[in-house]
C-alpha cells in the first residue's frame, strides 16, 4: 500500500444515514473535501450543515509512516461518532495494536492488520457490540470524568491535576508523543486513554454531542 500524504485524504458527506437511499437524490451529497494540513474539518460543523453520513475515502492506516495523517483522520472520525454521524471507513492496524481500544468509534466496513490476523472477524464483534457511549468523556469545573467500557466492564476514571489536564489538551486533535511529559504520555497509555500511531499520540475518549437514544452512562 502505497504510503498516503495528508493531500491524498478525502471524505464525501451525505445528507442521509443510508448511501445508497441519498445517491438517489443529487440534493442529499454535500460534495468532497480533502483532508489537509490547513484548516482542520470540523464534525460538529458537518453535522450542523446536515451531514449524516461521512465517508473517508482512503483506508486509515495506524502503522503508515504518514501518522499526521493518520491521526487527522482518527480524529474526525471520533468527532462524527459523537456527533452520531455513519462513518464508512476501512482501518488498517499496525503490528501489534489492539483494535479494541479503537471499538469505541463507529465500526468500520474491514478491519486488516500488519505482522499477522487480528482474530477470529474482529469487525462483527466491534459492530455487535458497539453503543455511543463506550468511552466518553464529560467535562467538570477543573476535572474530566471519563467512562470507558471498551474492554468489558465499565471503568470509571476522574482526572482533574492541572499538568494532566494541559497534556489531554493538547493531545485531542494529536501531538508529537516526544512533545508531551513523559510520565504523563506513559500513565494515559496505560489506562488506553491515548491511541498511538508511529510518532503521534492523540486523545481517544469523546464528548458525546448528541444522543441517538437515552443516555446510557451519563
Not at 59 to 65: H, N
Not at 172 to 199: H, S, T
Request: with cysteine.
Amino acid at each position: 500500500m502505497a504510503l498516503q500524504t495528508a493531500a491524498d485524504q478525502s471524505i464525501s458527506a451525505w445528507r442521509d444515514y443510508d448511501e445508497a437511499v441519498a445517491a438517489l437524490r443529487d440534493s442529499m451529497s454535500m460534495g468532497s473535501r480533502a483532508l489537509t494540513s490547513g484548516a482542520r474539518v470540523s464534525a460538529d460543523e458537518l453535522f450542523t450543515a446536515g451531514a449524516r453520513r461521512v465517508n473517508v475515502h482512503e483506508v486509515v492506516d495506524t502503522g503508515s509512516a504518514d501518522a499526521v495523517s493518520t491521526v487527522r483522520a482518527l480524529t474526525l472520525i471520533r468527532d462524527l461518532t459523537a456527533c452520531g454521524v455513519v462513518v464508512g471507513w476501512e482501518l488498517r492496524l499496525g503490528a501489534d495494536q489492539d483494535w479494541r481500544e479503537l471499538s469505541h468509534l463507529y465500526p468500520p466496513a474491514s478491519i486488516a492488520a500488519d505482522g499477522g490476523p487480528v482474530g477470529a472477524d474482529p469487525r462483527a464483534e466491534w459492530a455487535g457490540e458497539y453503543l455511543m457511549t463506550k468511552c466518553v468523556v464529560r467535562r467538570g469545573p477543573g476535572l474530566l470524568e471519563i467512562r470507558d467500557r471498551r474492554f468489558g466492564d465499565l471503568r470509571k476514571i476522574t482526572i482533574a491535576r492541572p499538568d494532566y489536564l494541559a497534556a489531554i489538551a493538547a493531545l485531542e486533535y494529536g501531538a508529537p508523543a516526544d512533545q508531551v511529559p513523559a510520565a504523563i504520555l506513559r500513565e494515559l497509555r496505560a489506562e488506553r486513554l491515548v491511541g498511538r500511531a508511529g510518532g503521534m499520540a492523540w486523545w481517544l475518549p469523546y464528548r458525546l454531542r448528541r444522543y441517538a437514544f437515552s443516555p446510557r452512562v451519563m
